[in-house]
C-alpha cells in the first residue's frame, strides 16, 4: 500500500523560509509525476509545483521565483524549498503522486502558517 508522508511543515514570519518533504513508500514502482498542493482555510485545493522523473517542474504563478521542487528518484521523495513567504502561502500543504495521468495518491498534509 502506497504512504507518502509529509513533513516540514510549521511556523514561520513573512520573509522566511520553510522546506518541505514527502516520502513516498509501499511500492517498488517509481512514480512519474510528484508534486504539492495547497488548501488554504475555506477554499479548494490547488497545485503548487509538480516535477516528473526527468526533471520537469510546474509552477503556480503565484509561487514562481520563490518556491523550488526537487526530487531525489532513488529515494521517492519531494522537496519543496518555500522562500520569501507571504501569509496567503499559509495553508496545508499535500504531497501527491501518479504513475501516468492525474495524482492518484495523496499524503494527510503538513500545516504551514506565515505570519505577518
Known amino acids: 500500500q502506497v504512504q507518502l508522508v509529509e513533513s516540514g511543515g510549521g511556523l514561520v514570519q513573512a520573509g522566511g523560509s520553510l522546506r518541505l518533504s514527502c516520502v513516498a513508500s509501499g511500492s517498488s514502482l517509481s512514480f512519474n509525476k510528484m508534486g504539492w498542493y495547497r488548501q488554504a482555510p475555506g477554499k479548494q485545493r490547488l497545485l503548487v509545483a509538480t516535477?516528473?522523473?526527468?526533471?520537469?517542474?510546474n509552477y503556480a504563478d503565484s509561487v514562481k521565483g520563490r518556491f523550488t521542487i526537487s526530487r531525489d528518484n532513488a529515494k521517492n521523495t519531494v522537496y519543496l524549498q518555500m522562500n520569501s513567504l507571504n501569509p496567503e502561502d499559509t495553508g496545508v500543504y499535500y504531497c501527491a503522486a501518479s504513475r501516468i495521468g492525474d495524482m492518484t495518491y495523496w499524503g494527510k498534509g503538513t500545516l504551514v502558517t506565515v505570519s505577518s
Open positions: 516535477i516528473t522523473t526527468g526533471s520537469s517542474t
